[in-house]
């Protein structure tokens, strides 16, 4: 069974900085697409962030463009996203989110981590 | 960027009836490669996001068939024939056809 553990959430301050993990214990991490999602406290689903099984194609939302990276690293099973410049409206608890086979978006979920960004 | 409209906003549901929440995208999800890229999440109180249907009408594995997804094109409806207690959560509509994937504001399923 796919199982992603999150961690590295927290209290920021604005513009601070924060990186987000997800390790993943299956043994197919490599062959799929990972993806961020967040919702902000009341709020829906908002897609964040992707990057591709390889790791040579990377997505971003408008409003994180330029301020988040994401990464993976295939040899550990982790997916990363790295948030620097971070706002009060970046606060929100991150999922990540693995592909599964063909075209099924989002079949597996870490099971989520807060971000507050506040002074 | 493709806008996902659901409706209703709530529904508040008797265990054993039906309940159906309709999904509507600003444009044809319909891909060149003859698959329409319209999926179902559930979000439960407490946990993550789960898949329920991908396009549009394939239920996940594991996910009981009274859930069922159809529509085409641009409308599209997630029904439950008989809503059940567990069933009580926020659904999502979202669409994957091309980057930024967006979700459908989300309706929130209540039992009476």
């Known amino acids: 069974e796919v199982q992603l553990l999150q961690s590295g959430g927290g209290l920021v301050q604005p513009g601070g900085s924060l990186r987000l993990s997800c390790a993943d214990s299956g043994f197919t991490f490599s062959r799929y697409a990972m993806t961020w999602v967040r919702q902000v406290p009341g709020k829906g689903l908002e897609w964040v962030s992707a990057i591709s099984g390889s790791g040579g194609g990377t997505f971003y939302a408008d409003s994180v463009k330029g301020r988040f990276t994401i990464s993976r690293d295939n040899s550990k099973n982790t997916l990363y996203l790295q948030m620097n410049s971070l706002r009060a409206e970046d606060t929100a608890v991150y999922y990540c989110?693995?592909?599964?086979?063909?075209?099924?978006?989002?079949?597996?979920w870490g099971q989520g981590t807060l971000v507050t960004v506040s002074s | 960027d493709i806008v996902m409209t659901q409706t209703p906003f709530s529904l508040s549901v008797t265990p054993g009836q039906p309940a159906s929440i309709s999904c509507k995208s600003s444009?044809?999800?319909?891909?060149?490669?003859?698959?329409?890229?319209l999926s179902w999440y559930l979000h439960k109180p407490g946990q993550p996001p789960q898949v329920l249907i991908y396009?549009?009408?394939n239920r996940f594995s594991g996910v009981p068939d009274r859930f069922s997804g159809s529509g085409s094109g641009t409308d599209f409806t997630l029904k439950i024939s008989r809503v059940e207690a567990e069933d009580v959560g926020v659904y999502y509509c979202?669409?994957?056809?091309?980057?930024?994937?967006?979700f459908g504001g989300g309706t929130k399923v209540e039992i009476k």
């Open positions: 989110a693995k592909d599964g086979v063909g075209t099924i978006k989002f079949a597996y």
């Open positions: 444009q044809s999800l319909l891909h060149t490669d003859d698959k329409t890229y």
């Open positions: 396009e549009v009408s």
């Open positions: 979202m669409q994957s056809l091309q980057p930024p994937l967006t």
